[in-house]
Nanobody, 122 residues
Framework: QVQLVESGGGLVQAGGSLRVSCAASGITAGIKAMGWYRQAPGKQREFVAAISGISRLSSVASTNYADSVKDRFTISGDNVKNAVSLQMNSLKPEDTAVYSC??????????WGHGTQVTVSS
């Protein structure tokens, strides 16, 4: 059974930093990509960041960010630990949302965590 468990998040003042992490277990097909989406109250879920091409033998990975978080957020992944983290700097009140991680496996299945709350006060 595949499980994704997020950690981190919390409350921070505008301009501050937070780190959210996600650990996946039970995955047997290997991970093609990992990433984060977020959903603010009353808004649709939106893409935040993704990473693919993580390899035990290579440090080269491909990352992708939403325009709204570029240059502020950094995604990193560990294919050995099946984990992904999102370092969030220069946080803004509009970054307030529930952040959920996801995993896409090489057999083209996707799995989601339950989410962790990030609140940025002005």
């Amino acid at each position: 059974q595949v499980q994704l468990v997020e950690s981190g998040g919390g409350l921070v003042q505008a301009g501050g930093s937070l780190r959210v992490s996600c650990a996946a277990s039970g995955i047997t097909a290997g991970i093609k990509a990992m990433g984060w989406y977020r959903q603010a109250p009353g808004k649709q879920r939106e893409f935040v960041a993704a990473i693919s091409g993580i390899s035990r033998l290579s440090s080269v990975a491909s990352t992708n960010y939403a325009d709204s978080v570029k240059d502020r957020f950094t995604i990193s992944g560990d294919n050995v630990k099946n984990a992904v983290s999102l370092q969030m700097n220069s946080l803004k009140p509009e970054d307030t949302a529930v952040y959920s991680c996801y995993v896409v496996t090489w057999d083209n299945r996707d799995y989601w965590g339950h989410g962790t709350q990030v609140t940025v006060s002005s």
